[in-house]
């Protein structure tokens, strides 16, 4: 014999309503939860952008035509290695710096 045998009906009748009530708040907690959890979309950075995050961290930014396109080839490899830039955002940060430094080579 089960323990929901031993108590009254009118008991019983009101301990399903409280069941079927939580059920139905979990599951409206679950889909308010799971609007929360839809992550944004991802949407990749510029280099101009990844250039104004990481390259003014300890120094002021530096406008692109304070160097030619050579130069910041060479600055960069210095650079990267002190922001700790993972290969693919310093190439797109030296790609922004070389188009708009404004010199050829
Ligand atoms: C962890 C700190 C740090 C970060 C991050 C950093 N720099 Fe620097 N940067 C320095 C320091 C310190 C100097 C000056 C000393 C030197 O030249 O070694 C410098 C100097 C420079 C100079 C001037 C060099 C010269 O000879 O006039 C440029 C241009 C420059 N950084 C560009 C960048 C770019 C572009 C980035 C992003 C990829 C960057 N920096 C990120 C620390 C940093």
Redesign the pocket.
């Known amino acids: 014999m089960n323990r929901f045998c031993l108590l009254a009906p009118r008991w019983r009748n009101s301990l399903a309503v409280v069941a079927v009530s939580a059920m139905f708040v979990g599951a409206v907690a679950m889909t308010v939860a799971k609007d929360a959890e839809t992550p944004p979309a991802k949407k990749k950075l510029t280099g101009e952008q990844l250039?104004a995050i990481?390259?003014a961290?300890?120094?002021a930014e530096?406008y692109p035509t304070?160097?030619t396109k050579a130069e910041?080839k060479t600055?960069?490899t210095?650079?990267?290695v002190?922001?700790?830039?993972p290969a693919k955002q310093?190439k797109e940060?030296l790609k922004y710096?070389q188009e708009n430094c404004g010199t050829n080579p």
């Open positions: 250039y990481n390259c961290r300890c120094h530096r304070e160097a910041w600055l960069m210095h650079m990267r002190r922001a700790n830039l310093s940060i710096l």
